[in-house]
T-cell receptor, first 111, second 116 residues
Framework: AQSVTQLDSQVPVFEEAPVELRCNYS??????LFWYVQYPNQGLQLLLK??????LVKGINGFEAEFNKSQTSFHLRKPSVHISDTAEYFC?????????FGQGTRLTINP | GAVVSQHPSWVICKSGTSVKIECRSL??????MFWYRQFPKQSLMLMAT?????????EQGVEKDKFLINHASLTLSTLTVTSAHPEDSSFYIC????????????FGSGTRLTVV
């Protein structure tokens, strides 16, 4: 069965520092991967997705992610974070007709 | 881009009453919609998948009679929490597949349900 693991439940970083949020998936078939951001009391907003093609995917708000098939990973990165990036981030994979979510990573930006 | 409107954004109801939450796709037709429940500081838990014109498919452990889902049109799905109790208090989020061929999912803004 499809599963998604986010290795860090919380990631604190200083403003303007780089950040990486880790995500690993398990799958033996074609993989479609997503990163979503959730601000307090709101729904999910798509940051980026990997369906095929280039393994480096660029998304909104300066985020990017790299699909690594050999390591079954899809880590999210941003070279310089802002206070406004404080939110919950979810990695997800397309399963059988539905999305499978990771546990989420709370990104906290300290000034 | 695709937009999903979810209403209400928050609701408080008395124990024993029923609450209806609406999920509308505003600029596209959604043959499939999904309903999630999210507990504080936790991930999204899929409750059910609804397809227009047919019965919803519920995930294991979700009470069909308590969480009634109706997907009567290509732009509207509703979740009704029947005979609500305090333990039903949660954040409910809907999403719609915005591309029947591709893998695009658009999420509503969520509904905070508090049962008192």
């Amino acid at each position: 069965a499809q599963s998604v693991t986010q290795l860090d439940s919380q990631v604190p970083v200083f403003e303007e520092a780089p950040v990486e949020l880790r995500c690993n998936y398990s799958s033996s078939v074609s993989v479609y991967l997503f990163w979503y951001v959730q601000y307090p009391n709101q729904g999910l907003q798509l940051l980026l997705k990997y369906l095929s093609g280039s393994t480096l995917v660029k998304g909104i708000n300066g985020f990017e992610a790299e699909f690594n098939k050999s390591q079954t990973s899809f880590h999210l990165r941003k070279p310089s974070v802002h206070i406004s990036d404080t939110a919950e981030y979810f990695c997800a994979a397309q399963g059988a007709q539905k999305l499978v979510f990771g546990q989420g990573t709370r990104l906290t930006i300290n000034p | 881009g695709a937009v999903v409107s979810q209403h209400p954004s928050w609701v408080i109801c008395k124990s024993g009453t029923s609450v209806k939450i609406e999920c509308r796709s505003l600029d596209f037709q959604a043959t499939t919609m999904f309903w999630y429940r999210q507990f504080p500081k936790q991930s999204l838990m899929l409750m059910a998948t609804s397809n227009e014109g047919s019965k919803a498919t519920y995930e294991q452990g979700v009470e069909k009679d308590k969480f009634l889902i109706n997907h009567a049109s290509l732009t509207l799905s509703t979740l009704t929490v029947t005979s609500a109790h305090p333990e039903d208090s949660s954040f409910y989020i809907c999403s719609a597949r915005d591309n029947p061929i591709g893998y695009g999912y658009t999420f509503g803004s969520g509904t905070r349900l508090t049962v008192v």
